[in-house]
């Protein structure tokens, strides 16, 4: 085992029986966690990024089983900012200190490429880097976007498991999903993508290729968490969520690609009250703080429970910063760009 761990430290590489030996042993957890805890510092150093995440619309056509913004939800309050609304949070970004914005939503068909654009342009020009989380769109749509100012856009591929993936997205195909991954790339996007850990059905062997699938990727960021079953949804029933075996996926990831950009989520965060720095502790390096406001904040509402959900934006990213120093840690004062070295 131990063996095992310290030769991926070194190399890098593991196949896929290796992933699923070291994903089906407890024992492995532990070394694991320190192993990526190594890397981790070896690579991107003690520096954590902040990303001041926008949620800008709650509104989705699509019928992901798993999430509360999915269409048929009607229990879910929904809202859309204006882009003047938009363009004032990212202001405020800028106030707190951030140097990344995240514009996550879901597909909300308001936001085309045309109502985009002069946003982008606008939050550009207050010196911001800005990622992207709109979801799938046609090259031409990823294309004007990076023209428009786009830096980075966050994809997870949720599960790389073709069968499962169409069986919780209805409507959607796996095939489209890896092409957008693979026009994001070829636009010289920096790519983040990620996996929900934790889905009923999805064995270990699946999460040991979604490993290889980041790495054949060459994603730049990595995003993962553990599902969480949301009330208001037809996974409502399926077992408590865990924080370990999503935690494991993450350090695997940062042992195999050991330079990337690895968030510690709010999923993370929601299934345990320290599951953050956990996180920070077992690989990653970035924290995305939401700072959306009001009502928007609270029916941003993927699953129950979120992390931060009633605090403040302000209040936030106190409490991070204390945390961070705790940990022996500090916030990056720069854009924490993927920069390769391996
Ligand atoms: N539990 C955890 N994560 C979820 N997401 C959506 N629904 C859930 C849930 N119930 C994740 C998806 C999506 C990201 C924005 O949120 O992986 O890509
Ligand atoms: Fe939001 Fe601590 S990070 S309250």
Redesign the pocket.
């Known amino acids: 085992m131990v063996p095992l761990i310290e030769r991926a430290v070194q190399t890098h590489q593991l196949t896929e029986d290796e992933l699923l030996f070291l994903l089906q042993s407890p024992q492995a957890d532990g070394p694991l966690f320190a192993a990526a805890d190594r890397v981790r510092r070896h690579y991107v150093g003690d520096e954590v990024h902040l990303r001041a995440l926008i949620e800008f619309s709650n509104i989705c056509p699509n019928q992901c089983l798993y999430c509360g913004l999915r269409a048929p939800n009607t229990r879910l309050a929904r809202y859309r900012l204006t882009p003047q609304q938009i363009v004032a949070l990212a202001q405020k970004a800028v106030q707190y200190g951030y140097k990344t914005v995240v514009l996550q939503g879901g597909e909300d068909p308001f936001f085309t490429v045309e109502v985009w654009t002069p946003i982008l342009q606008q939050i550009k020009a207050l010196g911001l880097v800005i990622t992207l989380s709109l979801g799938e769109r046609p090259s031409e749509d990823y294309r004007a976007l990076k023209q428009a100012g786009a830096d980075r856009y966050l994809l997870r591929i949720e599960t790389t498991d073709k069968a499962l993936y169409e069986k919780y997205n209805p409507g959607m195909c796996f095939e489209n999903r890896l092409r957008c991954l693979r026009d994001l790339k070829a636009l010289e996007y920096e790519t983040g993508t990620g996996v929900l850990v934790g889905l009923p059905g999805q064995t270990l062997r699946s999460l040991a290729r979604d490993i290889l699938y980041f790495k054949e990727l060459d994603a730049d960021m990595v995003g993962l968490g553990p599902f969480i079953p949301n009330p208001d949804t037809p996974l409502q029933d399926a077992p408590a969520p865990q924080l370990a075996p999503a935690l494991k996926v993450m350090a695997l990831t940062r042992l195999l690609l050991p330079d990337i950009n690895i968030p510690a989520t709010t999923a993370m965060?929601t299934v345990a009250p320290d599951g953050?720095i956990q996180a920070l502790q077992s690989g990653a390096n970035v924290?995305m703080?939401?700072i959306t406001e009001g009502e928007a904040r609270l029916n941003y509402a993927l699953y129950p429970g979120k992390?931060?959900a009633g605090?403040s934006p302000t209040?936030?990213?106190?409490?991070?910063e204390?945390?961070l120093r705790a940990i022996g840690r500090s916030v990056s004062q720069g854009s924490g760009w993927h920069t390769r070295k391996l």
């Not at 209040?315 to 991070?320: A, E, K, M, T």
């Open positions: 965060e953050r924290v703080p939401n992390a931060c605090e209040r936030c990213r106190g409490c991070l204390n945390k």
